[in-house]
């Protein structure tokens, strides 16, 4: 997750040249819509990430998109780590991630 990540914010869902959805503060249905079109878009994998507090919220996305809507999608992989961000104090912060991938 640390090569070029953009950061996972409201302005930010989709990374288009990599099938890359970052995960944030918007409901899951957004991000639902977003992996729907990735794979209308003929795309074979989708990859949806998260940090902290937005990790619930993926898994909400991967099981909504696999169960109501896409049930030939399957999960392929998941990955879980932690990165460690520098704070402006100096202090140093863990943050849990996760990468869930979705394949048809």
Same mark, same amino acid.
């Given at each position: 997750? +640390?090569? !070029?990540?953009?950061?996972? %914010? %409201?302005?930010?869902?989709? =990374? +288009? %040249?990599d099938? #890359?959805?970052? &995960? ?7 991000? &639902?819509? +977003? ?10 994998? &989708?990859? #949806?990430? +998260? ?11 991967? !099981? $909504? &998109? ?8 399957? $999960? ?6 932690? !990165?460690? =961000?520098e ?7 863990? $943050?849990?991630? *996760?990468? *869930?991938?979705?394949?048809?």
């Open positions: 997750m +640390a090569e !070029e990540q953009a950061k996972a %914010d %409201d302005n930010v869902i989709l =990374k +288009a %040249d099938n #890359i959805i970052l &995960v944030g503060h918007k409901p899951a249905m957004a991000y &639902v819509l +977003a992996v729907i079109t990735q794979f209308s878009n003929n795309s074979r994998e &989708v990859h #949806i990430k +998260a940090r902290g507090r937005a990790i619930s919220t993926a898994v909400d996305v991967a !099981e $909504i &998109v696999r169960r109501r809507f896409l049930q030939d999608a399957q $999960i392929r992989n998941i990955s879980i780590g932690t !990165e460690e =961000k704070m402006e104090d100096k202090r140093k912060l863990n $943050i849990s991630t *996760i990468a *869930i991938t979705l394949g048809k």
